[in-house]
């Protein structure tokens, strides 16, 4: 489904990415490991086309992503989830408005957005919570408030960026149990961490990275860097 | 349709879900609605000085004694098609005399000295130009006319000093305002678009949070700029008010009996509602497009993901 073609990324002088090649097989599970500036926060941003790489080319169904016209990108973004480690919620919206917000940008009508958002927070748990306010959660909470508004959407793809940072190891692993249940449920995830026992848990393929550079590819690979 | 419905009620929300910083923004563009609103009232009332004192720049033409009324009357109408020309008036020995006491009436003196005698005062014809400016031009084609020889002397060789300060003056008026109005409009849209910049840049994370979700620009863009137009709707109703209310009260310090709003206005017909409502067009349409275009161009950056 996902197609990276020698992919090069400058900034400036320093390569942030330095030709990476994969591919992701549609409903895989991918943990992207490597420690901060290993390059998988740049792999993030060339997914979401926030950024345009210097060399090589990223395919999606064998479609170049960065040669979409400006003004189809935010259809585009309608089809991939993302997750952040600061979650990034609206912090004068409920968290049902929150989740609802995605499908009012498209135009859906109101009923359906209803049961949609209501569904979606069934899902992660959080029913009961639908009328508070970002900042009455806590962070396990607030990241699953996130996971609903990126899937709310039905993406094909959900990449998650850090998305247990800043929590402790119990919502860490709550978290994780939640996107190996999305990934079952038939969408294609991609997780990007540096936990070491979580990535060790999951037991699936982990890409591994450093400086800019894929050092493993294992398809049930473990945390391998020192 | 329901797009537009969401838009509106995302601008509504934006305003009060922001409560403090929307009062600020509107206490703001307020205050810079009221400098507009005085200044188009300055505006106006120089460019009234500007044609009074343009009004107050006319040529006497002067004829000799032999010349009889109807001569002079025939040669008004002669010279009426002249270009430039703006207005002529007869004046007679008599009328001239007329005025003349009326202007010295407390100089015993001179009077005496006047006496009755009409002669003392040559008839002549008052000569106003459409443009101050050419008054020369217009003079000396007169004085090119067929019944020239009628003509004695012009008050344009006495008044030359004097009408050329006048003109000195007026240009004067006129560049001063106009570089003021310059400069004034310029801060004002300065203040105007730095506010609603604020306004937004506290909600930037809003607007990439938004383009990560996959709104299109334009869904993002409008509720703001939904919410810059009603800050200068709300700007310009209230910055309103408050024009009126502060020529009430100049008016009141100024005492009711000598700066009546019914003097005020009936003198020099400047001061009225037309004014007003003038004034309150230019506040109206200033707040809103301003607002608007702040908005557009504050948004423009954060859109840029």
Partial sequence: MIQFNRVTKHYGTVKALDGASFSIQPKEFISLVGSSGAGKSTIIQLLTCKEYPTFGQVTIDGKDIHLLKKSYLPYYRRQIGVVYQDFKLLQNK???????????????PEEEIRTETAKMLQLVGLKSKANNFPHELSGGEAQRVAIARALVLHPRLLIA??????????????????????????????LATHNREIVDAIGKRVISMKDGKIISDKRYGKYCLS | MQIILRILKTSWQGLFR?????????????????LVGLFVSLNIGINYAISEIADRIDVAIFFEDYATENNILAFQDKIKTTSGVKELKYISSGEAKERYLENSQYNQQLLNLVGEDESFFPASIEVRVTNPELIEQVVGKIKESDDSRLISATSLEKNQTIIERLRKFNRLLAYGNLILSVILLIIALMIIFNTIRMTIFT???????????????????????????????IGAIVAFLLTIGLFRLGIWLLGAEYWTWQTLSLENGM?????????????????????????????RRYLRI
């Fill in chain 2, 271 to 299: 001061f009225n509602w037309q004014l007003f409502v003038q004034i309150f067009v230019i506040q109206f349409i200033f707040g809103i497009l301003v607002g608007a275009i702040s908005s557009y161009f504050s948004t």
């Fill in chain 1, 94 to 108: 409920t968290v049902f408005e929150n989740v609802a917000f995605a499908l009012e940008v498209t135009g859906v």
């Fill in chain 1, 161 to 190: 960026d850090e998305p247990t940072g800043n929590l402790d190891p119990h919502n860490a692993w709550e978290i994780t149990q939640l996107l190996l249940k999305i990934n079952r449920l038939g969408t294609t995830v991609i």
């Fill in chain 2, 203 to 233: 909600r930037k994370e809003e607007i990439e949070i938004m383009k990560l979700v996959g709104a299109t620009d334009w869904y993002i863009r409008w509720p703001f700029i939904i919410e810059g137009i009603f800050y200068g709707i």
């Fill in chain 2, 18 to 34: 922001n409560g403090w910083l929307s009062l600020v923004a509107i206490f703001i563009i307020t205050q810079v609605l009221l």
